[in-house]
Nanobody, 121 residues
């Protein structure tokens, strides 16, 4: 069974920073794009940042310049660092990965369970 496990959420003061981690496990041949998404209360899920296996990145305008997404292909792990946090960054953050399964080589989109980030004083 392939799964993504996130960690690093919690309560952060405005202006603070956080670093989210997401580790993939299971019978994985390779992972293509990995990304972070978020969903605030009453809003649709939105893309925060994505990164390819080659390291190419894309960021939402709302976090561009204050966020960094990175990954370690060998560890099957992706991180999201967000600085200068604002109350509007409050959301459940989800990890996503485009995974190619071992043996069958079937592609599978996998989501993590989500981790809550609350930005408040």
């Amino acid at each position: 069974q392939v799964q993504l496990v996130e960690s690093g959420g919690g309560l952060v003061q405005p202006g603070g920073s956080l670093r989210l981690s997401c580790a993939a496990s299971g019978s994985i041949s390779r992972i293509n794009v990995m990304g972070w998404y978020r969903q605030a209360p009453g809003k649709q899920r939105e893309t925060v940042a994505t990164i390819t296996s080659g390291g190419s990145t894309n960021y939402a305008d709302s976090v561009k310049g204050r966020s960094t997404i990175s990954r370690d292909n060998a560890k099957k792990t992706v991180w999201l660092q967000v600085n200068s946090l604002k109350p509007e960054d409050t959301a459940v953050y989800y990890c996503n990965a485009d995974i190619v399964l071992a043996f069958s080589y079937r592609s599978l989109e996998v989501w993590g369970q989500g981790t809550l980030v609350t930005v408040s004083s």
